[in-house]
């Protein structure tokens, strides 16, 4: 089992068989470079990056392109070493006891050293991602009760006490079934755990809150507004608050803190507040659009890092998740228009996140890092046909119910594959499947096919012009 040990002025965590060494003399391990194995013909747009690697071998690769102290965000959601394997359910249709498919996403059991061999393989990990960040840069480790207490000591060893900066709990669902009829109160709470470099900058957003219409004044001009007591006001503050009108006086004298209110858009006067600690405003995965689920088990809302991402990050900033299942932290970055650099060491996660960030229209370049590969498809049956001279016609035969597929109309022996075509399913109450026939623009020579399937693999194939399935060379994902 860990323990701290505390020496020097240092917390120090200590398990059986470490051999993570912070802060190590020789910082120059070297790293098996990032190549390209997909890439947009769009390259006039800065892409998002999707890594298939470990999140070590991933991480060092990035500090050895230039990255290392210039990445705004670092956010994981790694395994909780919950002792359990996790499914990914695809739908492909609609009711639900429709027709599923499913695969392992990942497994989350450490029965050979337990929670000591999963902090040892988190610990370098977390110590190469912290040092891609900038000065003003923070970490978010997402965990819950069973590893986020040995993290938050890991990090206080890694960073320092001082690059502290908070423990936020999100309430992740409500208290029910079994959990809500248990002899302990319900385990309803994932923790994220923020350190940051010296000069972090996290602006915590704000919420509206609804106010009784029996608490709402209205000042000389006119102005909605709401009273609180002053609290530990000085009276050096609430002079220079009441310079400002923020001070309201009762007839004996008292005074009391005002705040402004704002409608919200239901016509509603509200109070904005600051969002604190304690996240209970983010609903789970559960309560949203079906749309969004991609059915990968541990996913987590977008909304949630929405949040992350717009209070820790700037507008164009960089943010790196090398735990990215089904890709969550890059759909919000693209949203917000800031850049996401996502890597994960599971196939199934890889797919997903492709497949999600590409119907979000975000320009994404996939890559490899490290000897991890997809498992390989079953060859794909193409039929291509002229439709002009500028034109072809092509068409996905099987398999019939592909996760994803694209074409790249002028395929090379030594370059990545080049979408020129793409179509993925639709997650949905009733899922949209894949296209299953595209109209490219295309002179002669082959084409190149590529499809992804639930399980992760991929398979590529090289096609010519023909009006019938023939057989055609196979080239390696």
Known sequence: MPRVRNGDGEVRLEWEGRSFRSRPADDS?????????????????????LVFGDALDVARALASEGLAGKVDLVYIDPPFASQADYVHEARLDGPADGRVVRSLAYGDRWNAGGIARYIGGLAPRIEALVKLLAPTGSIWVHLDWRAAYLVR????????????????????????????????????????????????????PTRLEPIEKSSIRWDDEKRPFTTAPRGDYTD????????????????????????????????VWCRERR???????????????????????????????????????????????????????????????????????????????????LRAGAPLRVERCGDLEPPAGAEPTIHVKRIDARSVEVELVSPKEPSAWAIDTSPTNDGPFVRAWHSERA????????????????????????????????????????????AAKAVRA
């Open 236 to 267: 050096a503050s609430i002079a220079r608050l009441e310079s400002e009108g923020r001070v309201h006086r009762t007839a004996t004298g008292k005074a009391y803190v005002k705040y402004f209110l704002v409608q919200n858009g239901d016509g």
């Open 275 to 357: 969002v604190d600690a304690l996240w209970t405003d983010v609903p789970p995965l559960r309560h949203v659009a079906t749309t969004e689920r991609t059915g990968f088990p541990t996913q987590k809302p977008r909304a949630l890092l929405e949040r992350i991402i717009a209070c820790a990050s700037p507008p164009g900033g960089i943010v790196v998740d090398l735990f990215a299942g089904s890709g969550t932290t890059g759909d919000a970055a693209n949203a917000l228009g800031r850049r996401a650099i996502l890597g994960d060491a599971g196939a199934v996660a890889i797919g997903t996140a492709r497949a999600r960030m």
């Open 427 to 470: 997650p949905g109450a009733r899922p949209v499947p894949a296209a299953r026939v595209a109209t490219v623009s295309h002179r002669d020579g082959p084409l190149s096919v590529r499809v992804y399937a639930d399980d992760g693999s991929v398979a590529t194939r090289v096609v010519h012009e023909t009006r019938a399935p023939r």
């Open 153 to 204: 000591v890991l990090l206080d060893e890694i960073m320092g006490r001082a690059a502290f900066v908070n423990e936020i709990v999100w309430r992740r669902a409500p208290n029910l079934g079994r959990q809500a009829t248990s002899h302990q109160f319900g385990r309803t709470l994932d923790t994220l755990v923020v350190y940051g470099n010296h000069d972090a900058e996290i602006t915590p």
């Open 29 to 49: 391990i070297a790293a098996p470079p990032i190549v390209a194995t997909e890439t947009s013909d769009d390259s006039s747009a800065m892409s998002h990056r």
